[in-house]
Each structure stands twice: as structure tokens, then as C-alpha cells.
């Protein structure tokens, strides 16, 4: 695979990380040498044109129950429950700011 630091450099960009041009130069560097690796070369000459394409090697079926209406709970009995409501309403902690 032919790889090029404007490769590198585009990736950056639509990753949206910025690079000085010493970082990206490492970096070049760096994901040369996975692609290049000789297992991934190896790989890439692999003739599987005859092999299956297995997108899950473990089958997967959806398991869907009947819509049915089941019983609800009354409001006061939910509320009985928590540790703070305010009127009909749950209380629960802040978490953004």
C-alpha cells in the first residue's frame, strides 16, 4: 500500500486533530510501519475470492416478545419509593452543568 504524509495529513484533518509538521512526520512514520508490516502485506496478497463473506461468525436472531399490556403502577405507589420527588416528578441528581 502506498502511503504518503499528505495521506496522513488529510486523515488529521477529517479526524480533526492538528499536527505540527514533526508530529505528523511521526506519525507518517508510524503507521508506515504497521501497513507495511509484513503480516498485513502478506494478507493483502491472500486470494478470497472463493471464501464466504462472514460478517458474524456467531448467528444472531432477534427475539422480539408479544406487545401485550401488562399491568402499571400508580403514581403514589412509585413515589412512595424514591428518595425525592417533587410533586408528580422524580427527583434525581444534577449531572450537567
Known amino acids: ?5 499528505d495521506d496522513v495529513r488529510q486523515l488529521a484533518e477529517l479526524s480533526k486533530l ?3 509538521k514533526e508530529e505528523l512526520n511521526d506519525l507518517y512514520e508510524q503507521i508506515k510501519k504497521i501497513v507495511d508490516f509484513k503480516y498485513m ?3 493483502s496478497n491472500l486470494n478470497l475470492e472463493d471464501t464466504p463473506i462472514c460478517i ?3 448467528p444472531i ?3 422480539m ?3 401485550v399490556e401488562s399491568k402499571y ?3 403514589d405507589d412509585v413515589l412512595l419509593n424514591v428518595p425525592e420527588s417533587i410533586e408528580e416528578y422524580i427527583a434525581v441528581p444534577r449531572i450537567i452543568e
Open 56 to 58: 458474524n461468525p456467531i
Open 41 to 43: 502485506v502478506k494478507l
Open 18 to 20: 492538528k499536527f505540527s
Open 1 to 5: 500500500m502506498n502511503l504518503s504524509v
Open 61 to 63: 436472531e432477534n427475539f
Open 73 to 75: 403502577f400508580k403514581l
Open 65 to 67: 416478545r408479544e406487545d
